[in-house]
């Protein structure tokens, strides 16, 4: 049964893409440019998040190449400061918070519930120019000099120390807030109020469930964000003093209010992917989700729980140690709604009828990978250890094996996974099934040395190491480099399937979600009736049902 | 547990032109657009959520120096302020209750009422600041501690019966000084927001824009109008009011 699959494809000789669909129904620049249709939206979010991700990507490779050697070669330490600060957040603002909402999100979060858009269009739309205007203004100021405070703008360097872009940046990084903000709240809405008739709260896609956590995060903890920028940048353009110990302001402050939004905001990367995953596992074993209930709630109690953990990584600046040991504590609360969620989907896969293709290899590579990070996040949640750990790179291997090894697969899973229902057609299996294990396989390679570089006593954020190290810095770059090899693939892929991948049909993986039961690439208006949800979740039986049912049907009008 | 308002058969409203494409009735599309307005005034809520911690932290640790400072805005002004603002608010809800009954004149004349009381709300701030600006008061290299150092050189900090503070107490003015600024300027920026808007639909009222039926706008710009106000009433007291009871 090693050939084993689920792929169902309408017969490729006879199959045409449906000729009315959201990308032929209208034409030319500005049809996109100011379209409010959610998967139009959905597009030019995942074609310019993919732009900024390969921006983001190129630093990282700057960065890896300059760690070859011991010294600071390549660069000198200042750029190689701005680089890595730009990698942060080119990274985290223009591609990781944006990523599985904006693309994906926005496409399929309203056909998932039967929804005709988003509630709000107009807004959604704004939000993407938002972005735009947020990330051109990230770029400009790169160019134009750069910011060297880390992604993190911590003061008193960036109030005081530093002379390069940071009110540029923090304005960028400010109005990319706004299409955060945008997209939570629409997102909100959306769920509470045009859900199809008979698609209750527990009826729901755990992608939807997912993204409503998340977007609970983006509502609450960017504007905090927000304010604190605005009194950063206050402080350096007036010097008003609100972080300025010589006026009598505390630089911990800064990172309450920093902390506060962007711990929560490593749940608003995370949580949208986890709902990638919960539908990539269900529909490739066939089954329910294991405890449906627990993981849709897992990911409301992450949303809760993660704005009360900020203060961890501040172990080490200087808050009291009765602090340190409550959110200790707190912080090890949040990891067991994440296992809640690993354990469920190891119990769906048990007993479950598997199938590997490329979303499910990306999938488990996300298990695999995100429960190593998950697990040596709670080393950094522990005080005594987070005390040697702290800026390490011990901590950069976690952060990325989260947020890569986790975010990124996830995304990738779920890119592949609706690939035909956005394009109307397949990707190629067999190379993206090598993409996803090179990924995998890369991955490994650059961020597990980095680990034991961390708990070596390897700091982060220099260009330069003791000769010591070497080894492992080389290993770690050659991995880069397969990662790169592994990123780039799907792209060149992906865009050639566009005009030669096989016909997918409406439902080639034989899912059960609504967006599944609508033809490919989708309408305009996304279901020609309102669907009405009659069954439950993840109902695979159902979809059988159906199935016959049409069959059926076709027989009798061949007969007749 | 069913919030969502989507029906199958909605069809009642089809001909609706306020009805988007989008929603399947009318009823549906108030509800969707009512409650995001809510949670966008949720996400102002911790914006000047963020801002009013830093303020209560410093007001805790430089208590003394706080209160002096405070000492130097006029209560007269804020007040009077505070009056305005809380009127605009009323002839914003009567707005809001002119579009319904469809009261075109009615409507035209709160909300340039509404206008004109935010026009006046800016003067007397205008005021304020310029005072502050004369006192040396805004932070920065100029700033001048004098009236707290020396409360008999100065009219107001003698008539308060202020004594004199110690320099390293009296240094932590500027902080006051500099959440004052930042406070009601930020306050500021989202009145000249809604004041924008306010343009706008005086424009578009006068060619009977909400009084069709359709006065969400008018609505939800209300919401936004008394939310504006609500900050200024919490900024009052917490700027002003700080040891006068």
């Known amino acids: 049964m090693s050939a084993a699959t689920i792929v169902s494809l309408p017969d490729q000789a006879t199959a045409r893409i449906p000729k009315d669909n959201y990308l032929t129904r209208e034409n030319g620049i500005l049809s996109w440019l100011l379209t409010q249709d959610h998967k139009r939206i959905g597009i030019l979010y995942l074609i310019s998040m993919t732009f900024f ?73 704004a939000s993407w120019y ?163 209930t627990a993981v849709a709630f897992s990911s409301v109690a992450i949303a809760v729980f993660g704005f009360f953990v900020w203060a961890h990584h501040m172990f080490i600046m200087g808050v009291s140690s009765y602090a340190v040991l409550v959110f200790s504590l707190l912080t090890m609360l ?20 598997i199938t590997f293709e490329t979303p499910m290899i990306y999938a488990f590579g996300f298990m695999g990978l995100f429960t190593i990070g998950g697990m040596t996040g709670v080393f950094l949640g522990v005080s005594g250890t987070d005390i040697h750990l702290t800026e390490t790179y011990f901590i950069v291997a976690h952060f990325h094996f989260v947020m ?126 309102m669907p009405i949800m009659d069954h439950e979740a993840y109902d695979y039986e159902w979809l059988e049902r159906q199935t016959e049912a049409r069959q059926k049907a076709k027989e009798v009008t061949s007969v007749g | 547990m069913s919030d969502s308002t989507a029906t199958a058969h909605g069809h009642a409203d089809e001909h609706s032109p306020f009805l988007r494409h989008h929603f399947e009735s009318l009823e549906q599309q108030a509800d969707a657009t009512n409650f995001a307005m809510w949670l966008f005034l949720l996400t102002e809520v911790m914006f000047f959520g963020g801002l009013f911690t830093v303020y209560m932290i410093y007001r805790n640790w430089y208590y003394q120096a706080f209160v002096a400072a405070s000492h130097q805005l006029s209560v007269t002004l804020g007040g009077v302020n505070s009056c305005v603002l809380i009127t605009s608010s009323f002839t914003m809800a009567l707005a809001v209750y002119f579009a319904e009954a469809k ?23 205008g005021v304020e600041y310029r005072e502050k600006f004369e006192k040396h008061h805004f932070p920065g290299t100029s700033y001048s501690m004098e009236a707290f150092t020396n409360p008999a050189s100065d009219a107001v900090a003698t008539a308060a019966g202020d004594k004199p503070l110690p320099v390293d107490v009296a240094q932590r003015t500027e902080l006051f000084f500099s959440l004052y600024f930042a406070m009601t300027g930020l306050h500021l920026a989202h009145m000249l927001a809604g004041m924008g808007i306010l343009l706008y639909m005086i424009f578009r009222a006068q060619s009977g824009a909400y009084t069709t039926g359709h006065v969400s706008y008018v609505e939800y710009f209300g919401f936004y109008w008394h939310f504006v106000d609500i900050v200024w009433i919490l900024l009052f007291p917490l700027l002003y009011l700080i040891n006068r009871h």
């Open chain 1, 53 to 125: 991700f390969f921006i983001g990507g190129a630093l990282a490779g700057m960065i890896r190449l300059e760690l070859l050697t011991p010294q600071s070669d390549l660069m000198a330490a200042d750029t190689y400061n701005k680089v890595f600060t730009m990698h942060g957040i080119i990274m985290i603002f223009f591609f990781l918070v944006p990523s599985v909402p904006g693309a994906l999100g926005n496409f399929f979060l309203p056909m998932m519930i039967g929804a005709k858009d988003l509630a709000l269009p107009k807004m959604n739309l």
């Open chain 1, 130 to 292: 938002f972005y735009m205007a947020g990330g051109i203004l990230a770029l400009w100021a790169m160019i134009t000099g750069g910011v060297d405070t880390g992604w993190t703008f911590t003061t008193p360097l960036s109030t005081h120390y530093v002379n390069t872009n940071v009110i540029t940046t923090g304005l960028a990084i400010f109005i990319t807030g706004f299409s955060s903000i945008f997209t939570g709240l629409n997102f909100i809405v959306t769920i509470h109020k045009m859900r199809a008739p008979g698609m209750t709260w527990f009826r729901l896609p755990l992608f939807i469930w997912a993204n409503y956590a998340a977007s609970i995060l983006m509502v609450l903890g960017t504007p905090v964000l927000a304010i604190a920028i605005v009194l950063v940048a206050l402080e350096r353009a007036f010097g008003i003093g609100v972080f300025d110990p010589t006026k009598g302001g505390d630089p911990l402050l800064f990172q309450h209010l920093f902390w506060f939004y962007s711990h929560p905001a490593v749940y608003i990367m995370i949580l949208p992917g986890m709902g990638v995953i919960s539908e990539v596992v269900s529909t490739f074993s066939r089954k329910r989700v294991f405890g449906y």
């Open chain 1, 334 to 353: 949040v990891a067991v709604p994440s296992a809640i969620k690993i354990f469920n989907w190891a119990f769906t896969l048990y007993k479950g009828s």
């Open chain 1, 404 to 529: 890569v090894g986790g975010m990124l697969m996830a995304f990738l899973a779920g890119i592949h996974f609706w690939w035909p229902k956005m394009t109307g057609r397949m990707y190629p299996e067999k190379i993206s099934q090598l993409a996803a294990v090179i990924t995998f396989i890369g991955f490994n390679f650059t961020f597990f040395p980095q680990f034991i570089l961390g708990t070596l006593g390897m700091p982060r954020r220099y260009a330069s190491y003791p000769p010591e190290f070497q080894v492992l810095n080389v290993l770690s770059t050659a991995g880069a480099t397969i990662l790169g090899v592994g990123y780039l693939l799907p792209v060149l892929y992906l865009i050639w399937s566009l005009k030669y991948g096989k016909i997918a049909g409406d439902n080639p993986w034989q899912a059960t979600g609504l967006e599944w039961q609508t033809q490919s690439p989708p309408l305009t208006e996304n279901f020609a009736v």
């Open chain 2, 103 to 125: 009261n075109k004149k009615a409507l035209l004349t709160c909300l340039i009422t509404t206008f004109t009381l935010g026009v006046l709300f800016l003067g007397i701030k």
